[in-house]
């Protein structure tokens, strides 16, 4: 079988393609599925099937890009023209909007960053997921599954 190529699916996602044309560009036969070999090379070239690793983000560098984004800094220069011309209702009241922006900004962004962490502690499961390969359906740990593999439910399998 021709190596994959992601060049076979020429800039699309593989959920903007039909049923019919993904296992044509992929290079796969649904009803028989992947050949182990096949399945093997493509693990080896693409890597495992798992979130690749980033290291956590301290929480005050979270909080200096909510801070030195560019509509927060535009804010904080109204904020200083404004303390100039001696309006200082506009300037707290643009600083508040700043502060509070920051603060849900970072908020956000930090509870993603435990969500995360949370993903990649549940990726470390040893789940096995239902395939065909070679023709046969076959039991894969989640981690090994590649680009053109035929993923069986329990509902499809009739269980």
């Known amino acids: ?69 560019t509509m927060v800094l535009v804010l904080l220069a109204a904020a200083a023209i404004s303390f100039a011309l001696r309006d200082a209702k506009d300037a707290i009241a643009i600083l508040t909007i700043v502060a509070l922006n920051a603060a849900l900004g970072f908020v956000q962004e930090y509870r993603a960053e435990k969500a995360m962490a949370a993903l990649k502690k549940t990726r470390r499961c040893r789940a096995l997921l239902t395939v065909w390969r070679d023709g046969q359906i076959q039991s894969v740990p989640a981690r090994d599954l590649v680009r053109g593999d035929t993923h069986r439910t329990p509902t499809q399998l009739g269980a």
Do not use: C, Y
Request: charged share 30%; no cysteine.
């Open 1 to 69: 079988m021709p190596a994959i190529l992601d060049e076979s699916l020429n800039g699309f996602e593989p959920h903007q393609l039909s049923a019919e044309e993904l296992p044509r560009r992929l290079q796969v036969d649904p009803a028989q599925g992947l050949l182990t070999e096949e399945a093997r090379r493509r693990l080896v070239e693409h890597g495992p099937n798992e979130l690749k690793e980033r290291s956590a983000r301290k929480p005050w560098a979270i909080l200096w890009d909510q801070l030195s984004a």
